[in-house]
DNA sequence: AGAATATTGTTGACAAATTCAACCAATTTA
DNA sequence: TAAATTGGTTGAATTTGTCAACAATATTCT
C-alpha cells in the first residue's frame, strides 16, 4: 500500500468519525449543555485537584472563555470553588452534588447512545472493535502528547528512584530491601560522581512532567554501562522508548565510546526488543535470587 | 470483556480522537476558513452536479448557513453558479479555477499533517493501522446511514434489473446474453404478475437512495423462493443484508408459507453466510455452464 | 386549469459560541 | 525591590450558527 494512499485513507476516516462524533454530540447538545461544556464538567469530575487553567490546558481552551463557563456552572451550583492554601492565585473546583446529578445524567444519555452504536455486535465483533480502537490509539496517541528530552536536573533524583522502586515491584515483584539500596545507591552514586564528560541521565517529559528516563554511567575501566531506563507504562509501545535509548547511544558516540552494555533481566519483554532493534545482543547470562523473586539476568551489549 | 467496559473504552476512544481531529483542524483554522467551510470546499470539490442543498443534506447544515458561506465563497470567486435548466429552483455549483487553487493548497497541508502523524510508522504499522480503521469504519458506518426496506415501486424495476447485471457482470463475470435475458424476465415476470398475497420485493434505501433488494416469488406449485437478494458493496459487512433478508422471511412467515428455498452460486460467499446464519441448508447442488463461466450452483432451503 | 402544497434558496434579526485586549492580584525571578 | 510571570476576570468585538419570514419555482390534488 502507497504512503498516499494511507494519508487518504486516514483522511476519509477523519471525516467519517466526523461524522459519528457529530452524531453523538446531538444528545449533548440537546441536554442544555454544549459540547465544549459536557467536556470541562468530564474534566472537572475526573480530576482530583482541579483548576481552571489545568483544564485550559488538558482541553486546549481559552482561559476568559474557561473562566465565563466556570461561572456559569458556579451560578448553576454546578460547582464550588476556593482559593488554594499554598497559592493564592489558583481556585480550586469541585463538584457540588447537583453538579454530580447533572453529569451522571449526561454520562447515562452518552452510555446509551453508545449501547445503540454496538447494538448488533457479538461479543466477537465486540473483540475486534476494541482491538482496532486501541491499535489506532496506539499509533496516534505520541501526536497528541507533548514529549521532550532533556539533562536530568536536581529535582529529578528522586523521581527516577522512587518511580523505578515502584513499578519494578509491582511489575516485576522485587521487593527485597537488597534490590531497593542497590536501586537507590546506585543511583545516588551516578548523581555525586557525575562526570559530564563520561556520563549522562536523560529524563524523558510528557506534557511537562517526567515519564521516563535513561543514564550512561562511566566503569571503573571507562566502559560504558546503560541503567535506569524505564518509561512510564502508558508510553510504552509509541517509538517514544526507542528514542529514548537512542539519546543514550548518541552521547556515547558523541564521547567516543566504542561500546556500550547493559544487564536486564529476561522478563523484560518490551526494554529487550528495543534493545534488540538497537543492535544489542546477549553475551552472558546468571542467575540472581537476591530482588524477592528469582530471575534470569541477561548482559547485552553494542558495538558503537 | 463486559459490555460497559467496551461503552467505556469506546468513549475514550471518542475524547481521544476528537483531541486527534481537534489537532489536524488546527491547520485548516490557520489557512482563513473555518472546519465548516473547509468541509464544504471537500464536497464541492468532489461533487460532480453540486447543489446547496445536496451539500446540506450531507454536510447536516443549515439551510440559511449554507446560503450565506456559499455567498461568501462566490464574492470570493472561488465558485460559480448558474440555474439548473431541468429545475430552476436548482442552482448548481462549480469550483472556479482560483477555488481549486485554494482547495488545493488546503488538501495539501492536510495531507502533509497526516504524513507528520505517520511519520515514524514502518509499513508493517501502517498496515495494522489502516485495517484498524477499517474494522472501526465497518462496525460503526451503520450509525451514519439512513437504512429503510420498503417494498418496490414501479420505478424500481430498473434499478433492480440494471444494478444486478452490472454486479454480476464484475464480480460473478456473469457475461452471456443468456443470463442477461434469464435475470431481465424474470425481474419482468415477478413484476408483471405479482401478486401482493404470494410475492413481494422490497428495496433497501440508503440515504433516500435504492441499495439492495430482496424478493419473493411463488412457484407453480405455490412454493416460496427468494430471488434478487442483493446489496451494494460498500453496504456489505454491516448487518444491512441480514435485516434484508428477514423481511424477506417475515414476509413468508406472514404468509403462511412454510418452507423457502433459493438457488445461489457456490463462489457467493457472502450471502451464503448470510443464508447459513438464518437457517438455510444446501439441499442439492448443479453445475452450470450457460452464464459466461462455469458455477457451482446450490439449492438452499429452509422450514419456516 | 387552478388552488393548495412542497421544494430550493435568500435575507435580516438574533442568539450562542469564541476570541481579544486590557486588567487585577499573587507569586517568582532577576 | 523592580520586573516578569502566572492564574484569573471582564467587557467589547467577532465569528458562528439558528430562526422566521419570504420569494420563486415546481408538484400534487381536485
Redesign the interface.
Known amino acids: 500500500?502507497k504512503?498516499?494512499d494511507?494519508?487518504t485513507?486516514?483522511?476519509g476516516?477523519?471525516?467519517?468519525?466526523?461524522?459519528?462524533?457529530?452524531?453523538?454530540d446531538q444528545y449533548i447538545i440537546d441536554s442544555g449543555y454544549s459540547l465544549t461544556e459536557a467536556?470541562i464538567l468530564?474534566e472537572i469530575s475526573k480530576t482530583e485537584t482541579c483548576t481552571a487553567n489545568k483544564l485550559c490546558s488538558v482541553l486546549?481552551i481559552d482561559r476568559s472563555y474557561m473562566s465565563k463557563i466556570i461561572n456559569k456552572f458556579e451560578k448553576e451550583q454546578l460547582i464550588s470553588r476556593n482559593t488554594c492554601n499554598s497559592d493564592n492565585r489558583n481556585i480550586e473546583i469541585h463538584m457540588t452534588e447537583k453538579g454530580k446529578t447533572v453529569f451522571h445524567n449526561l454520562e447515562n444519555n452518552?452510555?446509551k447512545q453508545?449501547?445503540?452504536?454496538?447494538f448488533?455486535?457479538d461479543?466477537a465483533?465486540?473483540?475486534?472493535?476494541?482491538?482496532?480502537?486501541?491499535?489506532?490509539?496506539k499509533?496516534?496517541?505520541r501526536?497528541?502528547k507533548n514529549i521532550n528530552i532533556r539533562p536530568y536536573k536536581e529535582e529529578d533524583v528522586s523521581y527516577v528512584i522512587d518511580r523505578q522502586l515502584s513499578l519494578y515491584e509491582s511489575e516485576r515483584h522485587f521487593t527485597t530491601d537488597v534490590w531497593k539500596k542497590y536501586l537507590t545507591q546506585g543511583v545516588i552514586a551516578l548523581v555525586e560522581n557525575f562526570d559530564p564528560q563520561k556520563d549522562c541521565m536523560f529524563i524523558l517529559e510528557c506534557d511537562q512532567n517526567p515519564a521516563g528516563c535513561v543514564a550512561i554511567t562511566h566503569t571503573k575501566d571507562n566502559a560504558a554501562q546503560l541503567r535506569y531506563f524505564f518509561l512510564e507504562p502508558e508510553l510504552r509501545g509509541l517509538?517514544v522508548g526507542t528514542d529514548l535509548l537512542h539519546k543514550a547511544l548518541d552521547f556515547c558516540r558523541e564521547k567516543k565510546y566504542s561500546h556500550v552494555f547493559l544487564w536486564t533481566v529476561s522478563a523484560q519483554e518490551t526494554a529487550r526488543k528495543l534493545y534488540e532493534k538497537a543492535g544489542f545482543e546477549i553475551t552472558e547470562t546468571s542467575k540472581n535470587d537476591n530482588w524477592g523473586i528469582p530471575v534470569l539476568e541477561e548482559k547485552w551489549e553494542l558495538d558503537l
Open positions: 500500500m504512503r498516499d494511507i494519508i485513507e486516514i483522511r476516516f477523519n471525516r467519517f468519525y466526523t461524522n459519528i462524533l457529530g452524531l453523538l467536556r468530564f486546549d452518552a452510555n453508545i449501547e445503540n452504536l454496538i448488533n455486535l461479543t465483533d465486540c473483540e475486534k472493535l476494541i482491538g482496532s480502537i486501541r491499535t489506532i490509539k499509533y496516534f496517541s501526536a497528541t517509538g
